[in-house]
């Protein structure tokens, strides 16, 4: 089986470069190993803000939702419940679809398969009831089923906060939110609004241990310093469950089976695939979007998976390099405008260098 294009991922970087590869005339397939397309979006409750652009005051699974109807208009072919289980360098894809694998020769690969969440060991991580906070973010507002009554967050990045503030809508009690750095790591919007709700932040602090038989029943937690916790400051409370928002990871074993250059570029999630202004890695017709390129927020994704839609189309002549180059620089504009203040500043810093190494073959 032969088709132009294959986007791996059907999230916000995944449709948004299906709709911009498509309405050029480019044939697009998108694959999704999910029931429905979307990806983060579709549990993202929250309004959004910046800029109109961006789809300020509109929630994020409004917004969702109106990726997949452009999708469906442009006429991209999508595949869901399908997993892609190889991928190599003569852009191959291996996709197990109703339990039979196809093999899928493309021109050109996006590769948009997002984050996943870190890990956090302590003593008792392993009990039912230690989750991420992405899982219980899926739990509450995908599938409708509160993951427990009492619950302890440990993070306070935007992540942390916002799905605490969303379990505490959805009827739980939110004990406390757990950060090992002095101050919180949310936007100041989203920290002042759990915060004015009661929920207290004990910043300095980290988790020492989860204590239940089958199921976790108390969280330990403590001071921590110097990268050690302080014996005798332990905190112990009554709790169902503890979710951990620690960050992200490009996910990105695909992009290495296939043999994509990468690097370890702390400030966007760790090892990641490099890649060029337009999204192209080191292996000519491979591109990412979303967090696989570097793990920051769904309006970046979206804005990353439209510059590689355009860079795909160009590629494949649907679009002239003038028309293209406007098109490139309005994204670029947009994307610039994201990464910047305190929070972006960093990021915007960490991907010119990734984009540097990428732009050398």
Request: charged share 25%; hydrophobic share 45%.
């Amino acid at each position: 089986m032969k088709k132009e294009v294959v986007i791996i991922g059907g999230g916000p970087a995944g449709l948004a470069a299906a709709i911009e590869a498509a309405r050029y005339g480019a044939q697009v397939l998108v694959i999704d190993e999910n029931s429905r397309p979307g990806g983060q979006l579709l549990k993202q409750i929250h309004k959004f803000f910046g800029s109109q652009a961006h789809g300020a005051g509109i929630r994020g699974i409004d917004i969702g939702r109106k990726l997949l109807e452009e999708t469906e208009e442009c006429g991209a072919e999508v595949w869901l419940n399908c997993a892609v289980i190889g991928l190599f360098s003569d852009k191959r894809v291996a996709v197990l679809k109703d339990g039979v694998t196809v093999v899928v020769e493309a021109e050109k690969i996006l590769i948009s398969t997002g984050g996943a969440e870190n890990p956090l060991r302590f003593k008792g991580w392993t009990l039912p009831g230690v989750m991420g906070a992405g899982a219980a973010q899926t739990m509450v507002n995908v599938n409708r089923v509160l993951p427990g009554k009492r619950i302890l967050m440990v993070g306070s990045g935007n992540v942390g906060v916002i799905v605490a503030y969303q379990l505490m809508q959805a009827g739980a009690d939110v004990v406390g939110i757990v950060e090992g750095m002095p101050k919180i790591g949310a936007y100041g919007v989203h920290a002042a609004k759990i915060r004015r709700a009661g929920v207290p932040f004990y910043l300095g602090y980290t988790i020492e241990e989860a204590i239940g038989t089958d199921h976790v029943e108390k969280a330990v937690i403590a001071k921590f310093e110097d990268g050690k916790i302080v014996k005798g400051t332990e905190l112990v409370t009554d709790v169902d469950v503890i979710t951990i928002a620690v960050g992200l990871r490009p996910l990105s074993e695909l992009a290495m089976m296939a043999g994509v250059r990468h690097d370890f570029i702390p400030e966007l999630g760790g090892w990641m695939p490099v890649h060029d202004e337009n999204m192209e890695t080191s292996v000519e017709g491979i591109y990412v979007a979303g967090d696989i390129a570097g793990v920051e927020e769904a309006n970046t994704a979206m804005d990353e998976g439209r510059m590689a839609g355009t860079a795909i189309a160009k590629a494949l002549c649907y679009l002239d390099a003038n028309k293209a180059a406007a098109a490139e620089t309005a994204i670029a504009d947009r994307l610039s405008a994201l990464r910047q203040g305190p929070f972006g500043e960093r990021r915007l810093n960490a991907k010119k260098r990734v984009v540097e190494e990428g732009a050398i073959r």
